[in-house]
């Protein structure tokens, strides 16, 4: 009876307790870090859930009064009738209306999403067999993130999130990603920003986000790439302007990409 206890509760408090990462037990949607998974969890608390319970209700009042209603005992002699108009035509129009109720605001989300503001930074995030690669493009940073093992987690790093190279980008800027993958289908995704874009091999992706909130957000690849696909998480370090800047004056060193002979040429032509 306690555990049961412990469990209704956990699931009641999930929402307020969770920070950046999925926990025990946790029902519904991460705690929202940007303006689009707001959008996005208010169309489904608001909208959604109510909608859903209420066919679910109406649903089972039904089978439960047809049960009670039509049962042999009360019901000797059954009716031959095959159909109804004014039912038909109710039980077609209603749905339609319903999911127009739900396609306008769905579709105003999805716009919002795919309309990509001016960026204040661009990543492209390369997804290989299995682990993400990401690049800075306009501050010359190449760096390849993988999942560190269990045996080498520090106490605050989460089991199977946690990275060995973070993606560090500044709050409240604009940051648009460019996806694309190597070899096999990937997807970008990251829950408390409502992003999630596959990676697919010779072809470049977009989408953007903005993080309201400084913390570190997790992620994983959410599309089935092979056997190590629940082994290539996402790792995203939200910063201030100034730890931001100062981690990219270390990076442009440390993750420095090399220059080939052919950008030489056109670093030299310029």
Same mark, same amino acid.
């Given at each position: ?31 929202? $870090?940007?303006? *689009?998974?707001?959008?996005?969890? *208010?169309?489904?608390? /608001?909208?959604?859930?109510?909608? &859903? &319970? ?22 000797? /002699?059954? *009716?031959?009738?095959?159909? /109804?108009? %004014? ?8 749905? +339609? ?25 661009? &990543? ?17 940073? &190449? ?21 060995? /190279? ?20 990937? $997807?970008?995704?990251?829950? =408390? ?22 913390? %570190? ?7 089935? +790439? ?8 996402? %790792?995203?370090?939200?910063? =201030? ?27 030299? =032509?310029?």
């Amino acid at each position: 009876m306690k555990k049961i206890l412990f469990i209704f509760f956990t699931l009641l408090i999930t929402q307020s307790a969770l920070a950046n990462q999925p926990v025990d037990w946790q029902l519904g949607f991460q705690k929202a $870090a940007s303006e *689009s998974m707001k959008e996005i969890v *208010s169309f489904h608390n /608001n909208l959604l859930l109510p909608i &859903i &319970i209420a066919i679910s209700v109406f649903v089972l009042f039904l089978m439960l009064y047809a049960c009670v209603r039509f049962r042999a005992s009360a019901n000797p /002699n059954p *009716s031959k009738r095959t159909h /109804n108009v %004014t039912v038909e035509v109710l039980w077609t129009l209603i749905p +339609c209306l319903i999911l127009i109720v739900m396609a306008v605001p769905s579709f105003k989300i999805l716009y919002k999403q795919d309309t990509i503001p001016k960026a204040d930074l661009t &990543i492209k995030a390369i997804g290989y067999q299995w682990y993400w690669g990401y690049e800075y493009p306009d501050e010359n940073i &190449i760096f390849d993130s993988y999942m560190i093992e269990t045996k080498d987690l520090k106490p605050d790093q989460p089991r199977l999130l946690a990275v060995d /190279n973070e993606v560090v980008v500044p709050v409240d800027k604009v940051v648009k990603v460019l996806i694309t993958a190597n070899d096999v289908l990937h $997807a970008w995704a990251l829950p =408390s920003f409502g992003v999630k874009r596959d990676a697919v091999p010779g072809r470049i992706n977009e989408t953007w986000f903005k993080a309201e909130k400084v913390g %570190t957000y997790y992620g994983q690849c959410s599309e089935l +790439c092979g056997i190590k696909h629940a082994f290539m998480p996402i %790792t995203v370090k939200v910063v =201030s302007e100034d730890e931001y800047e100062e981690w990219l004056s270390e990076a442009r060193v440390k993750f420095a990409k090399e220059v080939n002979e052919d950008d030489k040429l056109k670093i030299a =032509s310029n």
